[in-house]
């Protein structure tokens, strides 16, 4: 499943707690595509807190607790790690990530907390969902078979990369728009794991975000940059990224085209991937400004004269994920809907 659309799954699981309809849910995918950061977003969103409990770090006594006697009878103390009312408030997110790299003994002692939202005399408070992530088997991660009765207490979806999903975040958390233009160039990059090679490092959308770090620190190294985007997204795509941040020196002026001053559209299709990255990035960081509907409005225009259509749809497109319904606002916007009008916009 899109990770859009999963963030609308786990965001109701979330609400759903409040009207004792929550299912426990499993993600399941390789490494690199965003599961933690899924759970993460869904906590920051709704403003409550994560709990993440790696259980592939612990021992069966660490979530049921340690007994002790009390009048002669044995009783449990509750571990601090489990949400708690009076310590994490009334609402939340328990994570169990990494769960099936577990070992059995303490998958185990997981199932009741699972199932039953209790482990002995413990109850999860009934604001909590309860999420959990782990990697496929042949993913090339350490991981064991989920057994069967742990398998049935979760309701369960795999992870799908997804480049517009992708681009759409990258957009909203700053990512640099060079490699989001050469990801739209190259979009069979935006993930490319094979287990069967043993790689080392690879394209996901966890290492693309390492590389926009690493163009962040290295730009002005240029004997250090292609060594350290091959350090964060193999050498093949290092390569590939490192020649199309060298090619960026031939794009047109990006201030003459976000004025209306002439500016020509490039003959290289990489190039063009290039200028239309850059200028939805341009458009994000105009919006809410009081020259906003002028950008908007040049860049609609610069769109309509890309050779191929599909190329200022997929600008507009970008820019309208990334700032909303003010692209529709601008005069330009129908003039140039019209000349697009028999190539499909929005999904």
Not at 62 to 84: H, M, N, T
């Amino acid at each position: 499943m899109r990770p859009t659309q999963l963030m609308i799954v786990l965001d109701r699981e979330f609400a759903s707690t409040r009207h004792g309809h929550h299912t426990p849910v499993m993600l399941w995918g390789p490494p690199g595509v965003g599961k933690s950061q899924m759970v993460a977003q869904i906590g920051a969103s709704n403003e409550v807190p994560v709990i993440d409990i790696r259980l592939s770090q612990m021992e069966p006594s660490d979530l049921r607790g340690i007994p002790f006697r009390v009048d002669g009878r044995v009783e449990w103390a509750i571990p601090s790690l489990l949400p708690d009312n009076a310590r994490h408030g009334p609402a939340g997110i328990l994570f169990l990530d990494e769960i099936n790299a577990a070992p059995p003994a303490v998958s185990a002692a997981a199932y009741q907390l699972i199932l039953d939202r209790k482990l002995g005399d413990y109850q999860v408070p009934d604001g909590w969902a309860i999420f959990a992530a782990g990697n496929r088997q042949g993913d090339r991660g350490v991981t064991y078979s989920m057994p069967a009765p742990l398998a049935n207490r979760f309701s369960h979806f795999e992870v799908e990369t997804h480049l517009d999903d992708w681009v759409m975040w990258a957009y909203r958390n700053g990512i640099d728009e060079r490699i989001i233009g050469f990801l739209r160039f190259r979009p069979e990059l935006l993930f490319d794991f094979d287990p069967a090679h043993n790689p080392v490092a690879f394209p996901s959308p966890r290492s693309w975000e390492f590389a926009h770090r690493g163009l962040q620190k290295f730009a002005d190294t240029p004997r250090l940059l292609q060594g350290t985007l091959q350090a964060c997204v193999g050498p093949a795509a290092g390569i590939e990224l490192h020649a199309f941040v060298n090619s960026l020196d031939q794009m047109p002026d990006l201030d003459a085209i976000v004025t209306g001053a002439a500016a020509a559209v490039p003959e290289e299709i990489d190039l063009q991937y290039a200028v239309a990255a850059a200028l939805v990035g341009r458009a994000i960081r105009a919006h809410d400004t009081d020259g906003a509907a002028q950008v908007i409005g040049h860049i609609l225009d610069y769109a309509g004269r890309f050779p191929q259509r599909e190329m200022g749809v997929m600008l507009v497109s970008d820019m309208h994920r990334a700032i909303g319904a003010a692209v529709f606002d601008v005069p330009q916007f129908a003039q140039w809907a019209q000349a697009v009008s028999d190539v499909m916009l929005f999904e």
